[in-house]
């Protein structure tokens, strides 16, 4: 009985076992990545925010075998979403879709509108800092589709500055989709036909890309109201000296 005594052993009892809350005892990484990602209620109805098909995991997966989440800028309705309610259906989805391993986020930028469209940079900011660390470490690349000159310009100007955890370095810019079949097979990600009749308008107008607006209509070759005044006026003085 005494040689039994003198023996050290523990017991591990599971927090679980106990109905207890077991955060207590995970590590911090573990702990930040459970209480992250469920700030968004489970039974919080994001049904209007999924139809709109802005935010949402495709099967397939780019060439690096990442899964894509594609979000289509043009879909976000900016003016009737507010900043903490988009942020739980940010986190509502990773919570429940977010496969294993690496990932990637495909953003098509086509046709997006600041007013209508673009929740602010500042708004991104604080969604994506809020973001478990672990969930940051597995985005690998964020394909950004049409950049515009607007754009390309606030990233490289503010993106160092208010992208953190790498995430500048990570964004790759698509001007074409025929770029974008390089790093994802076709039929991987689904295209909207507005994004594809986008990106043939663009085949046609190149100089969009850097903020200049051409001409289609030959508007420009048109003789303006000014000048019908000066043809009339010039026919009715030969008439008068006639």
């Not at 023996?7 to 599971?14: A, I």
């Not at 076992?17 to 109805?45: I, K, M, W, Y």
């Not at 390089?182 to 036909?193: H, M, W």
């Amino acid at each position: 009985m005494g040689d039994s005594s003198s023996e050290d052993f523990s017991v591990l009892v599971l927090a679980s076992d106990l109905g207890v809350d077991a955060r207590p005892f995970l590590s911090p990484s573990e702990r930040e990545t459970e209480d992250n990602l469920n700030d968004s209620p489970s039974d919080q109805d994001f049904s209007d925010l999924d139809a709109l098909q802005f935010f949402r995991l495709e099967p397939g997966s780019d060439k690096s075998a990442n899964r894509i989440f594609r979000i289509v800028g043009k879909y976000f309705p900016a003016p009737v979403i507010c900043g903490e309610r988009l942020k739980k259906y940010v986190f509502h989805k990773l919570r429940t879709e977010m496969p294993e391993g690496p990932f990637c986020i495909v953003y098509m930028h086509s046709t997006v509108q600041k007013e209508d469209n673009n929740p602010g940079l500042t708004i991104l900011r604080w969604i994506y800092e809020d973001l478990p660390s672990d969930c940051k470490d597995r985005l690998q690349v964020v394909y950004f589709i049409h950049p515009g000159l607007r754009s390309r310009l606030v990233v490289a100007t503010l993106g160092r500055l208010f992208l953190s955890g790498g995430l500048y370095w990570k964004i790759k810019y698509i001007s074409r989709l025929q770029y974008l079949w390089e790093d994802v097979s076709k039929g991987e990600v689904e295209i909207p036909e507005f994004v594809q009749n986008h990106d043939d308008i663009l085949e046609e107008r190149p100089l969009t890309d850097y903020g200049i607006e051409p001409d289609p209509l030959r508007l420009t070759e048109m003789p303006t109201a000014y000048s019908f005044g000066r043809i009339d006026e010039r026919w009715a003085a030969k008439e008068f000296m006639s």
